[in-house]
């Protein structure tokens, strides 16, 4: 085979035997394709015959006569170039090949243009890293706030994004080490055990078992808090300090003991059963005066002569007090075995190594199996929000606020303050803590006016069970759900 190394378009002053195999491939593409010699006598009329027709020219999208770039990457695979064949691909002679028709049909240069590759396309270079760097270990810098930087090659401020910061504080500099985001705590993923999955599918199962009469009939308990501290946002409230710097606490002052409020809702089939609001946090005996009202309603219920009434047959609350719930209390307001019990203390081994930081006491290293017994009747699993329908009817008390919020503006009333907020409001009356309270009694109302919601969520509850009673969970939280 001929050696086709020597090319006639060589540059001037260079050594053709220098041209890289690549370079050569490329040259002898666009060479074939723009004379078509040495293309079968079929092929080539058709191909001039559409290129004088400036079929080509006038239509750029026109396709290329079928058989041309085959047989250009046959007649390579015949070449040679220092000895090594031409193999190629088809994506190439076809890349190739369309330089030569956008070019005007002019042979173009065949050599790597690097000047767009990534060093000469660096927009942030040394002195702008550094400015960057030192800009975000200020007090309360966040990466958003820095939108400009000074640029040592354009001699003027340019614009940089908030990802390009983030790429710049992650990355090691010189001698220095990559700057780490202090962010407040990642939330611990509770309830990720085996104790806790096998109380989800022993639930999951009984309630199943039971069927949809018996589920109709379950009074659903939870409680649920609204703080009035300023939530920090671990993506977007971040800041950034050398590695090994950020310490073992949250980077940002929380209060311990900030003002909150706390709602507790009890809901059956019907409707809101029983709601209260209480200052801060929900206290024992706030729920033993809860149990005492909740007394007179199961009575109410069970005195009810209505065919339509469904009668209560369990009461569903989460693991609030753990072991120490006061039972007694429990018996005589819903009946012995009416009431879920706590599911017991997940099972674990002491650590032989690992120590707590504060008190150097073993870690505790939960099982990979659970071999524990739950109490005879019904237990409720903590961590569970999919079996307690109240938690839907938080999310759907959001959704009123909201809607109510955006109709009070909508009639001329002034906003409602910002989440964060704990002074007062003279808007709003001074006191926020009253303001929500007397929001959020509102909004429970008119959760209570949409009977058809209740009855559809008890109406979905044993398909939330089957979810867990599955192959893919077997009690296991399912990552096609938020839990």
């Not at 940002?252 to 409020?261: D, G, L, V």
């Not at 893919?472 to 990552?479: A, F, V």
Request: proline share 5%; aromatic share 10%.
């Amino acid at each position: 085979m001929a050696d086709h190394s020597d090319a006639p378009d060589a540059a001037p002053g260079r050594d053709p035997k220098l041209i890289s195999k690549e370079e050569a491939v490329r040259r002898h593409v666009q060479h074939l394709y723009l004379y078509a010699v040495n293309l079968t006598p079929p092929v080539r009329k058709k191909f001039f015959e559409e290129l004088k027709a400036g079929r080509f020219t006038s239509q750029p999208e026109q396709a290329v006569p079928r058989g041309v770039q085959k047989e250009i990457r046959e007649l390579l695979q015949e070449m040679t170039h220092d000895g090594e064949s031409l193999d190629i691909s088809k994506q190439v002679v076809h890349l190739w090949a369309k330089r030569v028709k956008q070019n005007g049909w002019e042979i173009t240069n065949t050599r790597q243009d690097y000047t767009s590759n990534i060093e000469n396309a660096t927009k942030f270079r040394t002195g702008e890293n550094r400015r960057v760097r030192e800009e975000l270990q200020k007090p309360n810098m966040k990466c958003g706030q820095i939108v400009t930087v000074h640029s040592d090659k354009e001699h003027r401020q340019i614009n940089i994004s908030e990802s390009s910061v983030r790429r710049i504080a992650k990355r090691k500099f010189g001698d220095e080490p990559s700057l780490q985001p202090a962010v407040p705590k990642l939330m611990k993923i509770q309830g990720d055990t085996a104790h806790h999955n096998k109380c989800r599918l022993v639930e999951a199962e009984r309630w199943l078992a039971y069927g949809q009469d018996y589920v109709d009939g379950l009074w659903f308990a939870d409680e649920s808090k609204m703080k009035f501290s300023p939530q920090m946002n671990k993506k977007i409230d971040i800041q950034w300090t050398l590695r090994g710097n950020c310490g073992a606490a949250n980077w940002y002052e929380k209060p311990t003991h900030t003002a909150q409020i706390n709602l507790f809702l009890v809901i059956n089939i019907t409707g809101v059963v029983y709601h209260k609001v209480y200052p801060n946090n929900m206290k024992k005996v706030h729920y033993t005066n809860a149990l005492k009202h909740l007394r007179k309603k199961v009575n109410e219920n069970a005195e009810d002569d209505d065919e339509d009434a469904v009668t209560m047959t369990c009461f569903v609350h989460d693991n609030l007090w753990g072991s120490g719930q006061p039972k007694e209390m429990l018996n005589r307001t819903f009946g012995d075995g009416k009431w879920t019990q706590y599911m017991g203390e997940p099972c674990y081994f002491p650590h032989k190594t690992k120590r707590t930081p504060v008190r150097h006491l073993p870690t505790r290293e939960y099982k990979q199996r659970c071999l524990c017994e739950f109490p005879d009747g019904p237990v409720k699993a903590s961590y569970c929000p999919k079996t307690n329908l109240t938690e839907n009817c938080f999310a759907q008390l959001d959704r009123i606020l909201l809607r109510n919020q955006r109709l009070e503006i909508a009639a001329g009333k002034p906003a409602w303050p910002k989440h964060g907020q704990t002074s007062g409001d003279r808007a709003h009356g001074g006191d926020l803590c009253e303001f929500w309270k007397k929001k959020l009694k509102r909004a429970v109302r008119d959760l209570n006016q949409y009977k058809q919601y209740f009855r559809k969520l008890y109406a979905t509850f044993l398909d939330r069970c089957k979810l867990y009673t599955s192959r893919q969970s077997r009690g296991k939280r399912l990552k096609t759900t938020k839990y």
